[in-house]
């Protein structure tokens, strides 16, 4: 039956889910692009470049180096080469009670003089159709606030394996229509890789302000928008938004074990739940069908395969990948370990900065 509900929503997903299209928008209105960054001088100069080649024309590109030690800065202003659409911004100390990258995003969203403002990672990559595609959905849909879900990028194995459980969540869990046509806040998300705000819809939520303290500020954001009855969107990136989000194993398991602890509520009973739920869900049919030779098991773990692979398709990735869903699993449940481990301890590093987890 669960499989069942998840082959549901994901076919729904596949009928509605927009995704990104080569096209201009019929107005012009003015863009502000906002990265906050922290020691990204290994990709900063490809983002800066790229945004700075777009098609559409009418932005400012602001960069805020948020305390970076590794000539972030200098790399950003380098790779600008005198741009007049580009400026960088130098962070200021981090408040009591704010988390970094949150009051990163407030600085740049004070400095910030566009109709629309993009909030978007440094490690982000942008087709040169890309923020043409981006407003030309905005302007159709009406959005307040459009979300997009980057095609992620994935080389080694940790990452092939886990950072395309992402998308899977998406497309599985999470129906599109009551995001974009209810106002519930279960039915509110988004990815802080790529946020495009109407400034005023922004503001009337409170900015940055109002999740100051969030680890997952983005879909706090979106629950925002909801509450205020504003218009939320979500669109699949189609290669025109990109990212690579990790390079190796610690990586991916201090990324996501950051946020997976506060996505169930900061309750490690939930999680535990949700760990057990999928160990019966991708990984019990094949233990099940080792012990009997069943059919029924074997046929369990094959649609559950099948729909890791669709989703697969469906977001760019590797299909192929799906027939370690398992191990997968497997790797997911290690990182929840690690989540309660800091929830814990009450702290967890990310970026050379301390984050308070369980708050």
Request: aromatic share 10%.
């Amino acid at each position: 039956m669960a499989l069942l509900i998840l082959g549901i929503t994901a076919v729904s997903n596949f009928l509605f889910f927009p995704r990104l299209k080569t096209t201009q928008p019929t107005m012009q209105p003015k863009l502000s692009i906002l990265i906050p960054a922290r020691n990204e001088t290994a990709v900063i100069d490809h983002t800066i470049r790229a945004l700075l080649g777009q098609t559409y024309r009418n932005f400012e590109l602001i960069l805020l180096d948020d305390q970076s030690d590794d000539g972030t800065g200098a790399s950003a202003t380098q790779a600008a080469n005198g741009d007049e659409r580009f400026r960088l911004l130098a962070g200021t100390p981090l408040p009591p009670g704010w988390l970094g990258k949150n009051w990163a995003c407030h600085q740049l969203s004070q400095a910030a003089t566009g109709d629309y403002l993009l909030f978007a990672d440094a490690d982000v990559r942008w087709a040169p159709e890309a923020l043409a595609a981006l407003l030309a959905l905005a302007e159709a849909e009406k959005s307040d606030l459009l979300t997009v879900w980057p095609t992620q990028q994935t080389e080694t194995w940790p990452e092939r394996l886990v950072v395309p459980l992402m998308s899977f969540a998406i497309l599985c869990y999470l129906p599109i229509l009551p995001v974009h046509y209810t106002n519930l806040p279960a039915f509110a998300a988004a990815n802080g890789q790529c946020l495009l705000f109407r400034r005023e819809a922004y503001e009337k939520v409170g900015g940055h302000t109002a999740v100051h303290h969030n680890v997952i500020e983005d879909v706090a954001l979106a629950k925002a928008i909801k509450a205020q009855k504003l218009r939320l969107r979500m669109a699949d990136g189609n290669r025109l938004v990109s990212c690579r989000m990790y390079q190796n194993w610690p990586e991916v398991r201090a990324g996501f074990a950051k946020n997976i602890l506060a996505g169930h509520g900061n309750n490690i009973p939930f999680l535990l739940l949700s760990t057990l739920f999928h160990w019966l869900l991708f990984l019990f049919p094949w233990l099940w069908f080792a012990a009997t030779l069943n059919v029924w098991p074997l046929v369990l773990g094959l649609v559950g395969m099948i729909l890791r692979a669709a989703t697969a398709v469906f977001t760019r990735q590797r299909p192929h990948d799906a027939l370690l869903m398992p191990l997968s699993v497997l790797l997911m449940s290690r990182i929840a370990f690690q989540s309660i481990q800091w929830q814990r301890r009450g702290t967890a590093e990310w970026k050379g900065r301390r984050l308070e987890i369980g708050d």
